[in-house]
């Protein structure tokens, strides 16, 4: 019967983001928000977990004012309680920023057997959280995980790696990262839905965590955010024969490595 | 006065176009092609609740509200049309019984009608001029025994598949219209035949058939709400019934417009994409604004459904606006398309197929028209 | 509709006949299939209707424009699939007839004699509006050009015996280096490709035509190297109206069936009201306005009067008349129309708003004839001197 704890990030939905052709910078005006997507996959990967071993779920998410728009869709998808940090600091937080607050919070929270995080966010991608929690909490940690079983208090993890899988196993309070690949997020029914709005949510306020001032100073600073266009090489092969075109071609596409 | 959907309503409408995405999306081409009913996909719909949005938690609905009703269908049209009538008409049925049945009624078919075990069919239209006139219109002879009914429902959505229909029977032809009165009729009811499938120009899947009922006899328990009272009951489910139509006629337009102007982007002649042209992005924006206006007007329909105030001026002038706007936007996006977008290998001739199935005039004695200006002169 | 001497009416009537006998009974079971009817080019072969367009001299019927105009409108009004397979063949043999010398005009109306087709093989992947902008070439080795490229979109493609094609004779030129051919099918190189599924006109044959190598005969080259696009420019000019017609005769059939149809459902009277009979009256003043339209460009034409302009307005209204009559008629005639023969109607109609130039390269060509011209009324100083 795991108690697990999911962190997840609300973040901007890519697809609605335009990138303005004069100067490549984005316009996130018209942009909708969604719950991470590697982090729907841990949120599903906790609700499964905890359908199969008994147990709870709680979710926690630190973000700007937009995160209390997260709530009902987290509540929506297998947690019981979700807490929320809704602070300007996150709005330029890095990775070390993140996981001082998050970290912090769980210690206020209290114990967990299994806290489940993405394996990166679609926004920022840096693959931290997971990693940098942990080592404040002293806890061991496992990444690029596909697969995962609880069983008494040990968790089992296969974690995809990039020549080979690894399997592991772990006991007592772990800090697991997810892949995409470990599950299909659910749809939640409608009732799932509105049963959201029955469950409980708590704020916990950053100036409660007992954090220093420069525990949530960012040390990597973020000086501006470009669309990136892909450009085509527009290589045309005129060669007399189609033979030799594709002679060509293959020659090209050997020389990048590519076949 | 805000026009931003609940969170719940936004969060519906997500796993609503999810659903689309995961389910819709991969059968609709088939579907279009072999006409099929899709079962499975109904079954599915079913467990996420879809079938029994409308209804009570006491039945086993879901009881989210008219607004999050069209927001599913707008977000289910986008992938397949032909589904989301088959849910359209199921839920029409449904809701009617909500409305007007007794306690036993509403016990009897809606806990199967949310859980997707029993589906729900809508018999109100005649071959003849109007329902409850004409050679072959469907009577109600009162008796001993109940009610026989004998005639016939033309162009029955979900014929075949439903367990239950809403029919609507006059017990006094020479009253006609007048004495229409509605009952419950299960499919396996002794006379109730179902007629060949129709062949329709599109929304297939959604079987389209004639029920002749031959001496159908019914006890007084399938009587749904007063004897004569069906006009009045037909009147309003056909109100809400094209407030939900409205929204598949926009999640069609949405769709095709989205694919147009994706088209037009990536479609170069005289040197550019054609979506630098003028003309294009005329036809584009058209259609964009004919389908934002009519979301709106939808919604505001729905909201006004959902809170229990009057709304048959409000259906009747979204109705009104797109059987004269709704194909319009098909007929302007496959332009953008072109010779390439009128082949069927792409999506817009299906979409062009669907959308001119959606407020369709059924009641030419009853056109939108006559309420909307009923209620302003 | 103009008033017709007693020959057009015969010949009209004649048309009818043969619609009624040989397209109308068997067009939904085309429509159905997507075959193509070659039973209907049997079937023609005593009218020598394929040949209306061909002059006396080379043993056809020598149609004028509205005469033609008469019979397309009618097999418009039986199928327009069927209907563009006759106005295709025609569109190609009118290149020929613009352009050709006496001995190709021979050899390329012959098989129409004999109820065989041809077809217009301009249309590329790239080159749809932008019909400059095709890629096909034509290089000229002796006495003989040798053509390469690929056409879409192509009717008549895949049953034609004689095509009009289109190459670049000089790809640096741009427009003025494109030339036409002639092509006769079963040439080495030349290969019918995929035939495409569509929306409507299911029973016309569309095809993509494949040219790898094709050798043509120098005496196959239309008018000279260069003057392709000019050829097909008139060419176009000349065959537009045909697509009004089919379309005259597409919206007539819509109105007809919702006519029959509400007859049926309120037999007798009272007809239900002012809103349905004034919706059949707009469709009526659109079919009418629209034949009115075609005619009076039929007779410019064949008064020998330019009508460039009046070409591309009565493909533009007669094409979106069909769309709209066609469109009302279903949505009119509620699931009784949505499951009847008004959905092919539809679905015909909206093709015809496309091809053979989309309504928007009309609209460009109508509005350059409009500003070409200063308005009448307005003052200008061209006046004021008196001119």
Known sequence: MPKCLVCYKWTLDEQD???????????????????????????????????????????????????????????????????????????????????????AAIRKMGQYDLILCGEGSSDQFNQQTASRIAALLGLPCVTFANKLSYEGETAKATRKLEDCQEEVSVKGPVVISVLSEINKPRIPSLKQVLGASKKPNEEIKVADLGLKPEDLQPKAVRKSVKGFVMQRKNVIYKESSAADNVAKLKASLASEGLC | ???????????????????????????????????????????????????????????????????????????????????????????????TIQKWGTADQKKKYLPGMAKGELLGGFAIYEHGPTPGVGPDTLVAKKQDVGYVLNGKKAFVRNAGEAGVYVVFATTDPALGAKALTAFLVKSDAIGVKVGEKLETMGLKGCPVADITFENVVLPETALLGAVNGGAAISATALAVASVAEAAQTVGIGQAAVEHAAAYAKQRVQFGKPVATLQAIQTLLAEVATDCHLARLGLRNAALLIEEGKPFEVEAAMIKSFLARLGSKMLIDTCQVEGGFGYSETMPLPRLFRDIAGTNLLDAPGDFPEKLIAASIA | MSILSPEQKAIQQTAKDFVAKNIIPIAAKYDKSGEFPTVLLEASKASNIFAMAVPKEYGGLNYDALTQSLVLEEWGYGCAGMGTTLAASILSMDSVLIAGTDEQKRRYFKPMLNAQIGSFGLTEPGAGSDAAAGTATAVKKGNEYILNGTKCWITNGGFATVYVIFANTDPAAGVKGISAFIVDRGVPGFTIGTTDHKLGIRASNTVELLLKDVHVPVTNLLGKEGEGMKIAMMTLDMARPAIAALSVGLAQRALDTCVAHVHTRFPGKPFPGQTLQFKLAEMQIMVEAARDCLHQAMR????????????????????????????????????????????????????????????????????????????????????????
């Open chain 2, 1 to 95: 006065m805000n026009f931003e959907l609940t969170e719940e309503q936004r969060l519906i409408g997500q796993s609503a176009r999810d659903f689309g995405k995961e389910y819709l999306e991969p059968i609709a081409v088939e579907l279009d092609a072999k006409g099929e009913f899709p079962k499975k996909v109904v079954q599915a719909l079913a467990k996420h609740d879809f079938l029994g949005l409308l209804l009570p938690e006491d039945v086993g609905g879901a009881a989210a509200g008219f607004v999050s009703y069209v927001e599913v269908i707008e977000d289910l049209s986008r992938y397949s049309a032909a589904v989301a009538s088959i849910v359209n008409n199921h839920t029409i049925a449904a809701y």
């Open chain 3, 300 to 387: 410019l034409r064949d008064e020998g009067v330019p009508y460039s302009k009046e070409s591309a307005i009565c493909k533009t209204f007669c094409s979106d008349v069909a769309m709209q009559v066609s469109a009302t008629a279903v949505s009119l005639m509620g699931s009784a129309g949505y499951t009847s023969d008004l959905g092919k109607y539809m679905r015909d109609s909206k093709i015809m708003q496309i091809f053979e130039g989309t309504n928007q390269i009309q609209r460009l060509v109508i509005s350059r004839a409009v500003l070409a011209h200063p308005h009448a009324s307005a003052p200008s100083t061209a006046q004021k001197a008196g001119k």
């Open chain 1, 17 to 103: 983001i335009k990138i303005k052709s004069e100067d490549l910078s984005l316009d996130s005006s018209r942009a909708k928000g969604k719950i991470s997507d590697f982090d729907r996959n841990a949120i599903e990967e906790a609700a499964l977990l905890v359908e199969k071993n008994g147990g709870a779920v709680d979710a926690l998410t630190y973000g700007t004012t937009t995160v209390k728009q997260s709530l009902k869709d987290c509540l929506s998808r297998g947690p019981e309680k979700v807490y929320w940090i809704s602070d300007a600091t996150a709005g330029n937080a890095d990775a070390s920023v993140t996981a001082n607050v998050l970290a």
